[in-house]
């Protein structure tokens, strides 16, 4: 224990040592809801931005692998990896060197103590990122001009739902409209209402009739 503790406190050991107990006491606090853990839907969205999106530091975590998750997940891992990999070389190499070797190596494996852990964290933070691209919400400003179904007896102005197919287990979403719908009708997701978490929807058929007017000749060279 004293060996461990010299090891751990010691030098090149110690700042990764604080690095790991700092990410250690974030996801602590973290836990009990003090302070944002990065994994919630604006962080999930924050993290999982498009490389349009990206600049700066976010830019340079994703070329070397690291983007697509909390900014503390990859801290976290690449301390914990760092300090690893610090502490066996303290222990097995440096600890019995003479002070002043000691520190001038220790110098060196703190400072390139990172790079081997880069790698390695980003080969881990693989699987890391396909959980959260799983838990990410679908925006919703991509369901409109989606197709659904009514699934509620009828909808009016006040009341209905109806089924969305996104390609996977299938959305269930409120939905209003001007003129009342019945049970089965397709429908096109027109407007989203964020104030009401609903949509506004018209008939399938209305869109695709409009649709087809708009094609018509006459109508082709109104639109010239």
């Keep these: 224990m004293q060996e461990f503790l010299t090891v751990v406190l010691g030098y090149?050991?110690?700042?990764?040592?604080?690095?790991l107990a700092v990410a250690v006491l974030y996801?602590?606090?973290?836990?009990?809801?003090?302070?944002?853990?990065?994994?919630g839907e604006a962080g999930a969205d924050g993290a999982l931005e498009g490389d349009a999106h990206l600049s700066g530091l976010s830019a340079l975590l994703a070329r070397w692998g690291l983007g697509g998750v909390p900014l503390m997940v990859v801290v976290t891992l690449l301390s914990l990896f760092?300090?690893?990999?610090?502490?066996?070389?303290?222990?097995?190499?440096?600890?019995p060197l003479p002070d002043l070797l000691r520190w001038s190596l220790g110098t060196v494996v703190a400072v390139l103590a990172p790079l081997p852990a880069v790698p390695v964290t980003a080969l881990l933070?693989?699987?890391i990122r396909r959980f959260l691209l799983r838990l990410r919400p679908?925006?919703?400003a991509s369901l409109l001009g989606r197709?659904?179904?009514?699934?509620?007896?009828?909808?009016?102005?006040?009341?209905g739902h109806a089924t969305v197919d996104d390609g996977g287990a299938g959305l269930v979403l409120q939905i209003r409209s001007d003129i009342e719908?019945?049970?089965?009708?397709?429908?096109?997701?027109v407007e989203h209402v964020a104030a009401q978490h609903h949509y506004r929807v018209v008939r399938a058929d209305a869109v695709a009739l409009d649709f087809q007017d708009?094609?018509?000749?006459?109508n082709k060279e109104n639109h010239q």
Aim: hydrophobic share 50%; aromatic share 12%; proline share 9%.
């Design 82 to 95: 760092a300090w690893t990999l610090t502490y066996f070389i303290h222990l097995y190499l440096l600890l």
């Design 147 to 159: 197709v659904g179904v009514v699934a509620s007896p009828k909808v009016d102005a006040r009341s």
């Design 214 to 218: 708009n094609l018509l000749p006459g």
């Design 125 to 127: 933070l693989r699987p």
């Design 138 to 140: 679908v925006p919703q």
């Design 27 to 39: 996801w602590g606090i973290a836990a009990f809801g003090l302070v944002d853990d990065g994994f």
């Design 12 to 19: 090149p050991t110690l700042p990764y040592s604080v690095a």
């Design 181 to 189: 719908l019945q049970r089965g009708e397709r429908i096109v997701l």
